[in-house]
C-alpha cells in the first residue's frame, strides 16, 4: 500500500510492505519538529516500512543540523529533491536520513541557493568539459609541463609509483618523480616514462631538488612523517614559489607545523581525507561543523582544500564550495588518493589554474573509478585501476 | 543398446557400444554387496560400455565407505542425483564410483540429509550474496580494515606477492605485507597500493609487528620453516589476540608444535591443503577418515578449517561442514592456495566474521578460477589470473 | 550567413555569427599584401566571424613567408587546399594562418609543386606499405638483425627501457641494450627478450661494447651529458663504420662537439626535436628558417634528420624532404622520442635502407599514437602506449 | 593468359602477365633435368611470369636433392600437391622452387610415402588433442609435477624469465628457476608462482641443485658458456637420471664436450636451432643434409631432437620424424626457443612422454604463435607474447 503523509493528524496503521511517501516538512523549517509531528516521524521510522521523501525528509533542515534534534527526522530510504539538492545532503552524517538520493529537473532556479551566503555548485561533466583545453595540433611536451612529485620513503615507496604513474595519465609533458635512494629500482620499473630526482637519503626525503626546471611541484605520498623529512618540507615551503599541491604525510607534517601555513603560496592545493583534516583543523561533532571550518582555513590561509570524501568537497580562498558528484566506495582503497594527488600536479603543471586543476582532477578520479567499478566490480577496485581508467574518464568527459 | 538394469538374475551380454542404466540398488544399503549382485556389478564394470547410474553408484554406501569392499561398486561415468548429493560424492577416492555427477532438482527435500548427525551444506552463489555486504556510500578506506600479511622469505617471495594482491582485490581498505629485506623491492614494484613492514632479517620472518594497527592478520605463504620463522610464529600467536588465518608453512610450523594450538584465538582459520592437512592431523586411509579428523580437529581446538581440494571442505568448532562446489583443477597450481589465503584475510579484516570470510573466500575464489579458465585454458590457468579475476567473481556473485 | 568574399570593395559588416569564405587571394602571390586589401583582411581577423579560406588563407605564401606582413595574412578556421597541401601548411607558426586544414583532391597535380626546386613528399600508407618487406617463411631471427641501444643512465634508464621495448616490437631479431649497472635490473625486469651488454660504469655509459655484433646501432636516450658519456659518444663515433643513429642526449653531445660530423658515417640518422636541433644548428627566426637550416645540415654533412614535431620533417642528404601526417598531440608525452629511436633502429637492423627506416619509423610511430589515442585518450596518452599499438600500426599499414 | 605447359616441344611466347601451370614433370624423377626439357624450364623461370606448380616444381625431387641441377628446376609461386606434402617441401632451401605450397586432399594415400625407408608425420591438431589428457576432476598440483629450469646468467637472465613463465603456462604443477643471485629480483618480479633456488654464484650456473624434488629438468636458456656453467652442466649431467630438456647455451656448451652425450638418458630432449646443431653435428651443404645427420644424431646417441625453424623436425631415437606445420616468421625473435623449452620442461613435468612433451610443445609454440600473429602483427611479435597466448593455443587444439 502506498501511502501520501502530508499531515499529521493520527498515527496510521503501517506494516513492513507498505510505502511511505514523506510529505510532511519541506525545507522551510527553522526549528526541530516536536509534539505530534516528530510522534508522527518516529511512529513511520519504527514502521520497518519504505519510505521515499519529497524535497527532504521531514524534520532536516537544509544546511546545518547541529541545533537539530535528531530522532525527530525521517530516515527515507530514497528522496527526490527539486532542481538542487540541499547542501545537508552531502554530509555523511546526514546520508541515514536522505537515504539514496536523486535530483529532479523541475525547470526552475531554486531561490534559496541563490540567496545563499555560501554559493556552492555540483560538479557536472559540462563543467569540466568547459575546464579542458583541446591539446593544440603544434604543441611540444614543453606546452604540457614539467611535474615534480616528491614522494615516497622505505616501505611506502608505492605511493610514489602511483602518484607518478597518475602523474603521467593526467598529460603532464614530463614528470620527475624525487624519491629516496631505496626506491629507485622500483620506480623506474613501474614507471619507464618518469625522470628521477634522487635524494641523498637511503631512506626518506631529506633534500630539495632545484625546482626551476619544474612547473607544478606536489609533495606527500608516502612521504613518512620523519624528521628528516619535516625539515625537507620545511625548506620545500621556503623555496618554492608557485602553488603548491600538499597531500598526505605532507599534510601531516603541516599540521604539526602549523606556522607554515604562511609560506604556502596562495592558492596552494591541500587534499586532505577527514582524519587528516581534522589533525589539521582539530576535530569537528559533525561533518557541516568540519565543512564551516574547511571554508574558514581555506579563507584565513588562501588556499584551495579538496576535503576527500564521497562527495569531496572543494573549498576556495574566494569562499566558494564544489560538491563532486562522481565516484564511488570502491574508491575507498589504499592508494585512491595518491593516484588523485598526481593527477591534479599533473593538470596544474600543464597551466591550468589551481582551482581548475582541482576541480577537473576530483571529477575525473571519480569518473575513472566509475568506469573501472563496471569491470573490475566495485569491492576489488584497486587504486591502480583508477590510473589505468584515467583516459577513458577523459575520453567520457570530452565526449559528454 | 541402452539397457536399464534393475534386478540381478541372470548376467546379460553387453558390449562396448551400449549404454548400461544403473539402477540396482540405491542409497540404502548398510552393508556391502555380495553374491550374484556383486557379480553383476563386476560384469558391468569389466564390460566396457558407458555407465550411468541413478541416485548413486550401485553398492556406494552414501556416507562412510571405509568398511565397504571397493570391488563390488559400480563404476558410473555419469551419475544423476537427487535434489542433494551425497556426502561420499565429496571424496576424490569415491570420483571412481560416481564419474562426473549433477544434481537432479525433483523438489524435495531428502529426509536422510536432514536427518543426518552432522549436517553438511552445499554453498552456492546466492548464500555467498547473502554474506556479501554491499559497500556504503559515505564508506571510507578505514570502513574496510586494514589487513596484515606475513609472508614470503628468500627464495619464495612470490607466494607474498600473490597474497598480497590477492587481499588487495578482496576489498580490504588498506593492506600491509610484513616481509624480510630480501623481497623488498619485488613486493613493492608488483603491488604499489601495499604497505610494507619490513623484518629485521633479509632472508625470513623473525620479527613481530605491532599488531594493533590491523584489523586482521594472515601468516604462512612462503615463510619457510626455519627455526626463526618458527620462533617469530610463535611469537606471533602469544601476542595477537584476534582470529587469525594461518596457511603453507605457517601450518607445517604448526603442525610441529601442536601445543601451541591452546595461543589460537577461537575461530582461527587453517586453510590446509591435503599433504599439509595430514602433518597436522596424521594420515588418513580414506578421504572420509580425513573428514572425521577434519571434523574432530576443528571441534577439538574451536577452529575453522578449509580443507583445499576439488571440493574444499569447511569445517567449523561447532561441528558444521560446507562443501564449496567452484573452482576446476586448472587451479591445481603453485601460488593458487597464496590467492585464497589473501582473500580470506581481506574479508576477515572487512568485518566479515571468520566463518563468513572462509566460505566467501572459497567461494569467491573457485568462481574466479573458473572464469579465468575460459578465457585462459584449463592447463594455463596461473595463480595471478585467479587475482585479476576476483573482481570478475564478486561482480557474478552480487549479478546472479 | 555565409559570404563568399573574392574582392575587396568596401568593408562589408561583418557579425560574429557569420561564415566568411576566403577567395580574396590565392597562392600566386609574392608580396605582402597593403592598402585596401590588407584592410579587409584586418577587418575579417577582427570580425570574430569563422572564416574558412580555399585554396590558402589569403595574404600567405606558399613557401617562405619571413618577409611577409604577418598582420596582413587571413587567420582561418579551417583551410582547404587542392591535391596537395602548400609547403607553408607544415609549419607550426603558420598554423594560426591555416587553422585546421584539409587536402581535396581535385585530380590534377599541381604545376607550382612539381616544378620547386626542393621537392618534398607526404607520407601515405602506401608508401610505408611499399617500403616494408613481408617476412619470409624460411627467415630466422638472424635475418631480422641484431640492434644495439646505448642508453640510460642513473635517473634516466626509463628512456632505455622505453627505447628497447619500442626496438623489440619493432621487429628486430635480437636487441641489446648497453646500459650501466644502476639499470640492470630494471631493463632486464621490463624486457626480458632483450640481452644486456653492462657498462664498467654505476653511472653512465663510458665503454663502446664491440660493436661487430651488431647490424644496426642507435645512442642517446637517457645517456645524460656527462663527461664520462661525451667521452665514450666520441669514442663510439670513431670505431662505429655504420649509419648510425643518434637522439636525446647524443645530440646535445654533438651539439657541443660539432667537429664530430666527419665521424658519422654517410646516412647517419639524427632524430632532434626542435630544442635539440637548435642546438645543433643554431636557433631559428621561423619554423621555415629551421626548415632551411635542416636541409643544408642533411646535406652538408650527409645524413638524414628527423626534425620531430606535428608533422615531423625528415631531410635526405640528397636534399629530398618527407614530411609526416601521422600522430597526434598525445604524443606531446616524455618519453614518446625514445620510443621512436628503438623504432628507427629496428628497421635499420633489420636491413632497411637508412632512409626507409626513418621514413617507415616515423610513419609507424605516428599511427602507433592515432590508434592510441583512440582508446587511452590524447591526455592520457603515454610513451609506453606507443610500443604496445606499434603491432597494431604494422597491421593497420599492411591492411591499409 | 593461363597456360598449361605439359611437354616441352617448342618454347612458346610469356609474357609477365601470364599465369603458367607447370605439369612438366612429377614426382618420378631421378636425374636431373636436361637437354629441350631444361630449356623450357629455364625459359619459363625467366618469363617473369607467375607459376603454379601440380604435384610438385618440375625438375625437383621429392627428398634428396643434393645431386640435382638447380638451374633446372621450376620456381614456383604457388604449388599445389595432393594427400601429403614432399620431404623436399620442408627444407629452406627449396622453398625458392616450391614458393607457397598447399595440401589437396584427394582421398588418397601416397604410396611413396608409405613405403618411404624413413617415414615422417606432419604435425596436426587432432594428433596433439590425443595427446594431450583432459585434468582430472580431483588432482592436485601434485598430479602436474614440478619441473626445474636451470637458465639465466649475468646479461641474459630474461631467458629464464622467459622459459620461467612459459613454463607456468604449460601446466606444471610447480616450477623452480635455479638461477645465479644477480636474477633474483628479475625471476621473483616477473614470475610470482615460481620458486627460486638460488646459485651460489653472483653471475652463473655454478652448483647442481639437488634433483630429487623435480620431476623434469630443462637446461641452457641464458645460461652462457663460462667455464663455471660448463663445469656445472657437466655435473649436472652426471647427477641426473630422468630425460632432460637441453636448449641454446647447453647445446653450445654440449657440442665442446661430445664425450657427455653418454651421460644423457635416453630420450632426452634437445632444442637446437640451425646454428647450434651445426655446432652439435658439423656444417651441412644442404638443409637435406642437416637433416639426413639430425636423424643419424638422434638413432646414435638415443636422443630427440627438434630442430627449430620454419618446420621445426623432431627427430626420435627409432628413425621417425615430425614435421611441424604450426607457427609463422614473426616468431623469429629474440627469446622465441627459450619459450619453446619452457613449454617442453612443463609438460614433461607432468608426466608426458619425452616425444609427446616435444611434439606437444612444439606444435602448441607454433599455435601460439600464430594467434598471437593476429593481434600484435607478424613484425611486432616478440616472445612474450607466445606465452600470453599459450592459453589460448590450449583451448584452440582442444576445441578444434
Known amino acids: 500500500m502506498v501511502t501520501i503523509i502530508e499531515e499529521t493528524s493520527g498515527l496510521p496503521e503501517i506494516s513492513r510492505e507498505d510505502i511511505i511517501i514523506d510529505g510532511i516538512f519541506g525545507s522551510g523549517l527553522s526549528r526541530p519538529v516536536e509534539g505530534i509531528a516528530a510522534k508522527m516521524i518516529q511512529h513511520i521510522n519504527n514502521s520497518g516500512a519504505k519510505i521515499v521523501s519529497i524535497d527532504i525528509p521531514s524534520g532536516l533542515y537544509g544546511e546545518d543540523n547541529r541545533s537539530n534534534i535528531t530522532g525527530n527526522i525521517i ?212 561533518m557541516y561543523e568540519r565543512y564551516l571550518k574547511q571554508l574558514a582555513l581555506s579563507k584565513k590561509h588562501k588556499v ?25 566506495p570502491g574508491m575507498a582503497t589504499g592508494g585512491s588518493g595518491d593516484v588523485l594527488t598526481g593527477l591534479i600536479v599533473s593538470l596544474l603543471a600543464q597551466g591550468y589554474s589551481p582551482l581548475e586543476s582541482t576541480i577537473a582532477g576530483v571529477y575525473l578520479h571519480g569518473i575513472a573509478g566509475d568506469l573501472a567499478k563496471k569491470d573490475k566490480g566495485e569491492e576489488s577496485l584497486i587504486a591502480s585501476d583508477l590510473i589505468e581508467y584515467t583516459g577513458k574518464a577523459f575520453l567520457a568527459v570530452n565526449n559528454s
Not at 126 to 152: C, D, M, N, Q, V
Not at 232 to 260: C, F
Not at 309 to 323: C, E, L, N, R, Y
Request: charged content about 20%; glycine content about 12%.
Open 75 to 286: 530516515k527515507a530510504d530514497l528522496t527526490f529533491t527539486f532542481q538542487f539538492p540541499f547542501l545537508s545532503f552531502f554530509f555523511a552524517d546526514n546520508g541515514q536520513y536522505t537515504g539514496k538520493w536523486e535530483v529532479l529537473d523541475i525547470g526552475l532556479h531554486r531561490e534559496a541557493i541563490i540567496n545563499t551566503e555560501s554559493p556552492y555548485f555540483c560538479l557536472d561533466a559540462e563543467e569540466i568539459r568547459k575546464i579542458l583545453k583541446p591539446r593544440k595540433k603544434f604543441s611540444h611536451k614543453g606546452t604540457y609541463g614539467h611535474a615534480l612529485l616528491i614522494a615516497g620513503s622505505y616501505g611506502m615507496m608505492g605511493a610514489a609509483v602511483l602518484s607518478v604513474k597518475s602523474c603521467l595519465r593526467g598529460g603532464a609533458g614530463l614528470v620527475t618523480a624525487h624519491i629516496p635512494k631505496c626506491g629507485y629500482g622500483i620506480v623506474q620499473t613501474a614507471a619507464p616514462e618518469a625522470l628521477i630526482s634522487i635524494d641523498e637519503s637511503d631512506l626518506s626525503f631529506s633534500v630539495v631538488p632545484d625546482l626551476s626546471r619544474y612547473t607544478a611541484t606536489g609533495a606527500g605520498p608516502g612521504l613518512g612523517c620523519s624528521p628528516a623529512a619535516a625539515k625537507a618540507m620545511k625548506y620545500l615551503l621556503e623555496k618554492n614559489k608557485k602553488p603548491v599541491v600538499i597531500d598526505a604525510d605532507g599534510l601531516t607534517i603541516l599540521s604539526g607545523n602549523q606556522e607554515w601555513y604562511g609560506l604556502l603560496p596562495e592558492e596552494s592545493i591541500l587534499t586532505p581525507h577527514p582524519g587528516e583534516f581534522d589533525r589539521l583543523a582539530g576535530s569537528s561533532g559533525s
Open 304 to 328: 584551495i582544500i579538496a576535503l576527500k570524501g564521497a562527495h569531496t568537497i572543494i573549498t576556495s580562498p574566494g569562499g566558494k564550495v564544489w560538491f563532486n558528484t562522481t565516484g564511488n
